[in-house]
């Protein structure tokens, strides 16, 4: 029998599924920006949870990875997370653009309070 959730984990779902509702519009208008239609493309966001990280597939493919402290990762394979590549956290999505491939910042780190 499983008690509720901590508030720090409750936090830290609500931050992702407003990641992935972040990353998923942004990946539309991505799209519709270039000339795409949508209905060709999927650009669905889908978080899947793991035993030590959250998984963030756009379309069919692995995407992103977040820790258990919020931060944002690039991935090497799917299930594998490329260390270099890390892009902010759950608290800096706002000063990213993630319309592209991957996040690209759109403020000085500085500013982001990484």
């Given at each position: 029998?499983?008690?509720?959730?901590?508030?720090?984990?409750?936090?830290?779902?609500?931050?992702?599924e407003?990641?992935?509702?972040?990353?998923?519009?942004?990946q539309e208008?991505?799209?519709l920006?270039?000339?795409y239609?949508?209905?060709?493309?999927?650009?669905?966001v889908?978080?899947?949870p793991?035993?030590?990280?959250?998984?963030?597939?756009?379309?069919?493919s692995g995407?992103?990875?977040?820790?258990?402290?919020?931060r944002?990762?690039?991935?090497?394979?799917?299930?594998?997370?490329?260390f270099?590549?890390?892009?902010g956290?759950l608290?800096?999505i706002?000063?990213?653009?993630w319309?592209?491939?991957?996040?690209?910042?759109?403020?000085p780190?500085?500013a982001?309070?990484?």
């Open positions: 029998m499983s008690g509720p959730a901590s508030p720090a984990l409750a936090t830290l779902a609500h931050k992702i407003v990641f992935a509702g972040v990353l998923q519009t942004a208008q991505g799209l920006i270039k000339g239609n949508l209905i060709n493309h999927n650009v669905k889908k978080v899947t793991g035993k030590k990280y959250i998984k963030v597939d756009v379309g069919g995407k992103y990875m977040i820790d258990a402290e919020g944002i990762w690039g991935i090497k394979a799917y299930g594998v997370i490329h270099g590549h890390q892009y956290t608290d800096t706002q000063g990213w653009d319309s592209g491939y991957v996040g690209i910042p759109t403020t780190k500085e982001r309070h990484e």
